[in-house]
């Protein structure tokens, strides 16, 4: 059996700062009751990676070992307050290194050494591709191409009661709301609450003036998931 070694001060201080000093599942900010969960157990992973260890209160960090709340779950509860979070068989991009004399590499900036050897280090684009949690609809490009495409649906829709209202469109609006709803973006949702997300956005395509008109035309206002997903048109 694994001794169990203590959590570095260091450790601890950049976990509590990352979760604001509160229990990342339910909230509770009494600091007598929070404690450090390992996301995979110490005995299976003897090391203390802040990337698979959250802030927990004594009562969720129990519901963890019991498994009563899974390993999607607090990943995803991390992903909501750090954007990028390697996860396992995941890699960093790194920068890009050219290298002149010998091939040792040295990361900082250009570097002269006695001899005429120059190492140049240089900077590479920042990759734009974000990081996808597991247990998250970001998994599946279908759920993530479903919900944007009601996205899509609603701002069509408003575009439409905006011009005869001669406002201007607010875009993002319908994203914040989402966000607000859901309590994720899009791609970081839980795939357990893909129907309510999905059920939320075809809501307020209902709910648009131009939903109600065409609804009670009887017209079609959306695909379903099902019909999205077979054809993957927007109808």
């Known amino acids: 059996m694994t001794k169990r070694t203590t959590i570095p001060k260091k450790v601890e201080k950049e976990l509590f700062q990352e979760a604001g000093s509160r229990c ?19 005995s299976e992973k003897p090391e203390h990676d802040p990337r698979h260890m959250l802030v927990l209160c004594a009562n969720c960090h129990a519901k963890a070992d019991r498994g009563e709340l899974t390993k999607e779950t607090l990943y995803a509860a991390k992903s909501k307050v750090r954007s990028v ?50 247990g998250t609809v970001g998994e599946d490009p279908r759920m993530v191409g ?10 069509e829709f408003k575009e439409w009661e905006c011009d005869k209202k001669g406002e201007r469109m607010n875009y993002p609006l319908i994203r914040i ?34 939903g109600r008109i065409k609804k009670k035309q009887g017209q079609k206002l959306f695909s379903s998931f099902n019909e999205f997903d077979k054809s993957g048109r927007i109808d």
Do not use: W
């Open 146 to 155: 479903y919900l944007n495409y009601l996205i899509k649906r609603y701002n």
């Open 177 to 210: 709301a989402y966000e607000r709803e859901i309590k994720y973006k899009v791609k970081d949702t839980p795939r357990e609450l893909f129907d309510r997300a999905a059920e939320y956005l075809q809501g307020r395509i209902e709910n648009t003036k131009l």
């Open 24 to 42: 990342l599942i339910c909230g509770n900010n009494d600091v007598s009751v929070l404690t450090i969960h390992h996301i995979i157990p110490f």
């Open 85 to 134: 979070i390697p996860f396992p068989g995941r890699k960093r991009a790194v920068d890009h290194l050219s290298v002149s004399g010998d091939a040792n590499v040295v990361a900082g900036r250009d570097i002269n050494i006695a001899g005429g050897v120059h190492i140049k280090v240089s900077k590479g684009k920042k990759s734009t591709q974000s990081m996808i949690f597991p």
